[in-house]
């Protein structure tokens, strides 16, 4: 079975700029969550979908961060403008659409603003 | 607030001996827990899971335990071997959502092992 696919591996931004990052669920698993993993921190909910539907995006600091799955599989997570403190590994990860079933997380992308 | 916390950030052990790792969580709601494993430049993985009606839940050289009464859960590893070495995570699901599991996790443990 093949893991969660996420891309890129890292980027490197200035301040002020935007930056996307893409992930592509386990097949079958209609819940898809991104999170924030802030160095020597565990990781950080931002928005969780289910289909193409959000579930809960408590987290998610709207006036920066934006977040879609229009086709109910793959998603996108944007940052604009991005901060300083926005660097950190963004991780994608997936579950069945059960309660209670463990994530699958993918390897993340590793963000760094300058 | 909602939080998970670890008891160590770091535990180093002989190869061979038994690991333990331990967690306190705060919400007596939450109902689901998971154990995940974190190697350097890798995502979570997947250890152990347990649901909040059982105490204890075995896998392949791993025990997770569950004291509801006291909110704390840890993580058995036995034979630790230098494969082991990574940071360990709990998580709980705190019940938000009826739809799939929004995990908040701790701080992370990091498991060193020497042989």
């Known amino acids: 079975e093949a893991g969660v696919a996420q891309s890129p591996r890292y980027k490197i931004i200035e301040k002020r700029q935007s930056v996307a990052f893409w992930c592509n669920p386990i097949?079958?698993?209609?819940?898809l969550y991104w999170y924030q993993q802030i160095l020597g921190q565990g990781p950080k909910l931002l928005i969780q979908?289910?289909?193409?539907?959000?579930?809960?995006d408590s987290q998610l600091p709207k006036d920066r961060f934006s977040a879609e799955r229009l086709k109910g599989v793959d998603s996108t997570l944007k940052i604009q403008p991005a901060k300083l403190e926005d660097s950190a590994v963004y991780l994608c990860?997936?579950?069945?659409?059960?309660?209670?079933?463990?994530?699958?997380f993918g390897n993340g992308t590793r963000l760094t603003v300058t | 607030g909602e939080s998970v916390g670890l008891h160590l950030p770091t535990l180093s052990v002989q190869e061979g001996d038994n690991s333990i790792i331990n967690c306190a969580y705060s919400?007596?709601?939450?109902?689901?827990f998971i154990w995940y494993k974190q190697e350097s430049g890798k995502g979570p993985q997947f250890i152990i899971d347990?649901?909040?009606?059982?105490d204890k839940r075995q896998g392949q050289r791993v025990t997770v335990l569950l004291n509801k009464t006291v909110k704390h859960l840890s993580l058995q590893i036995a034979a630790t071997q230098p494969g082991d070495s990574a940071v360990y995570f709990c998580?709980?699901?705190?019940?938000?959502?009826?739809?799939?599991?929004?995990?908040?996790f701790g701080k992370g443990t990091t498991l060193s092992v020497s042989s």
């Open positions: 990860a997936s579950s069945l659409v059960f309660r209670n079933s463990p994530l699958h």
């Open positions: 097949s079958g698993h209609a819940t």
């Open positions: 979908f289910q289909n193409n539907g959000v579930v809960d």
């Open positions: 919400n007596s709601a939450s109902d689901y």
């Open positions: 347990i649901r909040s009606n059982m």
């Open positions: 998580a709980e699901n705190v019940g938000r959502n009826q739809a799939g599991t929004a995990l908040i």
